[in-house]
């Protein structure tokens, strides 16, 4: 494996037509040592944090098996609509100071138009103007219209998750397609948008799921990979899932790395499934992280994380500022 991460260093890529099935096999401490060689050598020391706030919440007419805030769920989680402007501006002022990095409002149900549009550009508008913050969005199937407001509005970035494989994802969703999630990020793309897009581990998938997500996302030159690692809602058809343990977890953040060596690699839900903040992911080629609290899930607190990861040596300073 560190043979290999040295040859990605120099220069190769993995495809489709490479066998990855050693990553499944490999000696897990070779595996994670060279991806962290790879992300050393071609990402250098820097950290990425991002945050997020649930700008609405709950009632999603669509029916992902792992979300609680699906109509179809049981999970008795908040529901409400696009929050005021200014309580988002307060959270975004009190993010940016606390030395995040990237600013993202996310919104359940499956797009957003209309006069929830609207006030959604013109939030990002008055974000764009008062904070020296990069702004991402995640608001489902949006038009290429949307698209193109949202990049008017100083979104830099747009969040398009594709879950799982294509095989898998019928078993994940029904309401919409692995398809519908592609021409989504094609039209972001063509709007002028950076593409963060990644999945869920966890679901039931196999190894062979993973590797296929993975390579999907390197065919689409994905710059940002957040990784979720599935905690079993009750009320979600996905409730009774068992947990991963530390070593799969690890073992499939480093494989992510070998297949995307220059992306971010961010650990977005789960590292609650690590009793000191998820070093190990850290030490295995992620670069980047969700920091504060997550959709329906506590998260890890800004200044705990910017302590950890000064300690652990990374660079906690914006690597692209905003000029």
């Not at 979720?228 to 009750?234: D, E, T």
């Not at 890890?300 to 040596?313: A, L, R, Y």
Request: glycine content about 8%.
């Amino acid at each position: 494996m560190k043979t290999l991460a040295k040859e990605i260093v120099d220069g190769r890529r993995l495809t489709r037509s490479d066998d990855l099935s050693m990553f499944e096999h490999a000696d897990l401490t070779a595996l994670a040592q060279g991806a962290d060689l790879i992300r050393k050598s071609l990402c250098q020391n820097r950290i990425h944090l991002c945050t997020i706030i649930n700008g609405r919440s709950g009632r999603c007419g669509e029916d992902c098996k792992f979300c609680a805030q699906s109509a179809s769920s049981r999970t008795g989680c908040e529901t409400y609509e696009m929050l005021d402007e200014e309580t988002i501006l307060k959270d975004c002022k009190e993010k940016e100071s606390a030395g995040v990095h990237s600013y993202s409002i996310v919104t359940a149900g499956r797009t957003v138009a209309g006069k929830d549009l609207d006030k959604l550009t013109d939030i990002f508008e008055r974000l764009h103007k008062e904070c020296n913050i990069h702004l991402c969005s995640s608001n489902g199937l949006l038009s290429y219209e949307a698209f193109v407001r949202l990049k008017a509005a100083g979104v830099e970035t747009y969040h398009e998750n594709i879950e799982t494989s294509r095989r898998n994802f019928p078993n994940i969703c029904t309401t919409h397609t692995y398809d519908d999630k592609i021409a989504k990020i094609r039209l972001a793309k063509k709007a002028g948008l950076k593409v963060c897009s990644g999945g869920i581990i966890g679901m039931g998938e196999t190894w062979e799921d993973r590797m296929d997500m993975a390579v999907s996302l390197s065919e689409l030159n994905i710059f940002s990979i957040p990784l979720n690692v599935l905690r079993p809602i009750p009320g979600t058809p996905f409730g009774h899932l068992p947990q991963l343990t530390e070593d799969e977890i690890i073992r499939t953040v480093a494989m992510f790395r070998y297949i995307n060596p220059t992306a971010y690699i961010r650990i977005a839900a789960g590292r609650a499934y690590f009793e000191d903040g998820g070093k190990r992911l850290f030490q295995s080629g992620a670069n980047a992280a969700i920091t504060g609290d997550m959709l329906t899930t506590v998260g890890n607190k800004i200044q705990e994380d910017i302590q950890m990861f000064t300690e652990m040596g990374f660079d906690v300073h914006d690597a692209n500022p905003r000029t």
